[in-house]
């Protein structure tokens, strides 16, 4: 995993936010560790006129303010400690987006305009466009142009809200884009203040000159880049879009095989373009296994009795015109542990916002506002096995937080494409959003 360095003194500032509306904690209503699943997705376990202390990056404690306030040690160094009124805010823990495409130079404005005259995204991948319109402009850019538009993105997250973002290569497709991809990330990440965990993605489509030879460019991942980004400790995840048109699950399983040689963590997209069966997958206890538009409903018990959480991302769903939404409902009905992600991507889904994701889950899915928050929040770090550090603001947990000028929760998924984020705190570090005063 990257994680960045601590360098930023603001973070060892003791941090506290006083007099908060609603103070979404998401503590465990059963104190039992892992994602959520079912009913528990409700439980947000609300604080109202609260306050939350935050020390060297780590929350020290949460309650109301009329207690903060009277703590001894408050009292004692009140005057070091930097104190943000927050009345009149909702404050959650950051968005954690455990499905990201940063890596890549240009938006796919030819491809917008042809989805716009009809054309389907298997007609405009096989015209040449799609994921491989990318390619050549991550192979040809230097590292340094690359870093800084993933430093951008990260950036425009965390000012919607976002404090942790799993961010995936995937648009160099040679062992030395990928790695310059993975490096890229690395270093935009060193300059951000929030926490980003990097999945190697060599396997998001056979690249044009191993067209006919898909077998060996599997071979090229699995025995060359998986390894390398092992060694180099560039990756923490291994991803394969398994789906028509790009990896079987033939490929798939020799993949996540590689993966384990190497001690890499797998996941997989999976079922958006087609149904693919996934107990073969899930024998590899894959982190996430993401999109689910197509699962095959014999699949659905299976996954709800695995640890593994299924990741939707309906901002694809929206960006492509879709009728059809991953079926939310009865999956979290079924008991799988449901997270959602932006799938922030040139091609399909060019939002950094999680908050839109979130109404798109509200409007088009039917999960409740509630319900989308901790699937955006602690379903999203369990999906990067980040559930201990991340995702719930209790004590001892990272200093990850957002804070949204609104007065009910439920208006984060209600004002769409409309970001009210004043503020977020990323490992202790203070950063404004667009609503700051
Ligand atoms: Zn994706």
Not at 59 to 88: F, Y
Not at 119 to 134: D, F, K, L, M, N
Request: with cysteine; net charge positive; glycine share 8%.
């Amino acid at each position: 995993m990257t994680t960045s360095p601590k360098r930023n003194p603001r973070a060892s500032v003791p941090l506290l936010l006083a007099n908060i509306g609603q103070l979404l904690t998401l503590r465990s209503p059963s104190g039992r560790p892992g994602p959520r699943r079912g009913a528990e997705l409700k439980e947000l376990g609300i604080i109202e006129n609260a306050a939350l202390l935050c020390l060297g990056g780590k929350i020290v404690s949460v309650g109301k303010t009329k207690d903060a306030l009277r703590d001894p040690w408050v009292r004692k160094n009140r005057r070091k400690i930097l104190e943000i009124d927050c009345a009149g805010k909702v404050i959650l823990p950051g968005f954690v987006d455990s499905h990201t495409h940063p890596a890549f130079m240009a938006p796919r404005l030819v491809d917008f305009g042809k989805r716009i005259a009809g054309a389907t995204y298997e007609q405009i991948a096989a015209a040449g466009g799609g994921i491989r319109s990318s390619v050549r402009a991550v192979r040809e850019s230097s590292k340094n142009a690359l870093a800084d538009r993933v430093l951008r993105a990260f950036q425009e997250m965390a000012a919607q809200g976002t404090t942790t973002v799993e961010a995936k290569s995937g648009y160099g497709l040679t062992v030395a884009a990928e790695t310059k991809s993975l490096e890229a990330i690395r270093q935009a990440a060193a300059s951000w203040p929030g926490t980003v965990v990097s999945t190697l993605l060599g396997a998001h489509v056979v690249p044009p000159e191993f067209q006919g030879r898909s077998t060996e460019y599997v071979e090229l991942v699995c025995k060359e880049m998986i390894p390398r980004a092992a060694k180099r400790k560039r990756a923490q995840f291994v991803d394969v879009f398994c789906d028509q048109g790009a990896f079987t699950a033939q490929d798939s399983e020799q993949i996540f095989a590689a993966a384990e040689k190497s001690g890499l963590a797998v996941r997989a997209h999976v079922c958006q373009l087609h149904e693919t069966r996934l107990a073969a997958l899930l024998r590899f206890h894959p982190a996430s296994l993401d999109h689910m538009d197509h699962i095959n409903d014999d699949d659905i018990p299976h996954l709800a009795e695995s640890g593994t959480v299924a990741t939707l991302v309906p901002g694809a769903n929206y960006f492509l015109g879709l009728d059809r939404y991953p079926p939310a409902r009865r999956l979290i009905d079924a008991g799988v542990a449901v997270a959602l992600a932006s799938d922030y991507n040139p091609g399909s889904s060019p939002t950094t916002s999680m908050p839109f994701v979130m109404s798109l889950a509200c409007t088009h899915m039917k999960i409740t506002p509630a319900e989308a928050i901790t699937c955006a929040t602690l379903n999203g770090a369990y999906a990067l096995h980040l559930g201990n550090r991340k995702g719930s603001l209790e004590p001892g947990k990272d200093a990850d937080l957002a804070a949204f000028q609104v007065k009910d929760y439920r208006e984060i998924p209600y004002w769409v494409a409309s970001s009210r984020c004043a503020l977020t705190v990323l490992q202790g570090t203070l950063s404004a959003g667009p609503e700051a005063e």
